[in-house]
């Protein structure tokens, strides 16, 4: 089992920054990848990004320059860097890990408003 506690959403100005963690506790050496999905109102959660126990991580087209996903396993901690938001990254954001059999496990979200 993995828990995950988000941290670090709220309110911003379009152009703004913001940063997420993510604190993982649990079987956290069973970790394969961990990543951040966002649901905005009426739409699908999507995968924002993700990083490999590599460090190869991945980004979806829409927030490419302008997020950055790192981790610092000695926090046992992943971090979502956010810069110059847009109204159109309004959504709750989820922690995402999945273990090696498969599993995947998720943390209870957070708010993040892009707004003036």
């Known amino acids: 089992q993995v828990q995950l506690v988000e941290s670090g959403g709220g309110l911003v100005q379009p152009g703004g920054s913001l940063r997420l963690s993510c604190a993982a506790s649990g079987s956290i050496s069973r970790i394969y990848v961990m990543g951040w999905y966002r649901q905005a109102p009426g739409k699908q959660r999507e995968l924002v990004a993700n990083?490999?126990?590599?460090?190869?991580?991945y980004y979806a087209d829409s927030v490419k320059g302008r997020f950055t996903i790192s981790r610092d396993n000695a926090k046992n901690t992943v971090y979502l860097q956010m810069s110059s938001l847009k109204r159109e990254d309004t959504a709750v954001y989820y922690c995402?890990?999945?273990?090696?059999?498969?599993?995947?496990?998720w943390g209870q979200g957070t708010q993040v408003t892009v707004s003036s």
């Open positions: 990083i490999f126990s590599s460090g190869s991580t």
């Open positions: 995402n890990a999945i273990i090696a059999n498969g599993l995947d496990f």
